[in-house]
């Protein structure tokens, strides 16, 4: 687990406000800090839509996962892992097609 920086309560947010408010807590973190979510359910659609938005640029990782509560902790990769990680999905990752 990384440092968290905060912690949110999302069940305290307008639910039009949540996904905004957590994107501009994650694109304010420097490499290597987190951000804690707490929620009422299990935020799959936030999940998309962050791997969506930044891939491979964030690590997921469940603290608590329901019944009724969960817990959730986004952490910003350093920039270094970021690179290395498109690279791995590149199809030039193995030097076949680069040419």
Same mark, same amino acid.
């Given at each position: 687990?990384?440092?968290?920086?905060?912690?949110?309560?999302?069940?305290? &947010?307008?639910?039009?406000?949540?996904?905004?408010?957590?994107?501009? *807590? %994650? =694109? #304010?973190? +420097?490499? /290597? @800090?987190?951000?804690? &979510?707490?929620?009422?359910?299990?935020?799959?659609?936030?999940?998309? *839509? %962050? =791997? #969506?938005? +930044?891939? /491979? @640029?964030?690590?997921?990782?469940?603290?608590?996962?329901?019944?009724?509560?969960?817990?959730?902790?986004?952490?910003?990769? +350093?920039?270094?892992?970021?690179?290395?990680?498109?690279?791995?999905?590149?199809?030039?990752?193995?030097?076949?097609?680069?040419?």
């Amino acid at each position: 687990m990384s440092n968290a920086v905060s912690v949110i309560d999302v069940r305290t &947010i307008a639910p039009f406000e949540r996904h905004a408010r957590i994107f501009g *807590q %994650l =694109d #304010a973190l +420097a490499a /290597g @800090q987190a951000l804690q &979510i707490v929620n009422d359910h299990d935020p799959v659609p936030l999940h998309r *839509q %962050l =791997d #969506a938005r +930044a891939p /491979g @640029q964030f690590q997921w990782t469940y603290l608590q996962a329901g019944p009724d509560l969960w817990q959730i902790e986004i952490a910003k990769k +350093a920039a270094q892992t970021q690179a290395a990680a498109g690279a791995e999905d590149s199809c030039c990752s193995g030097g076949a097609c680069c040419g």
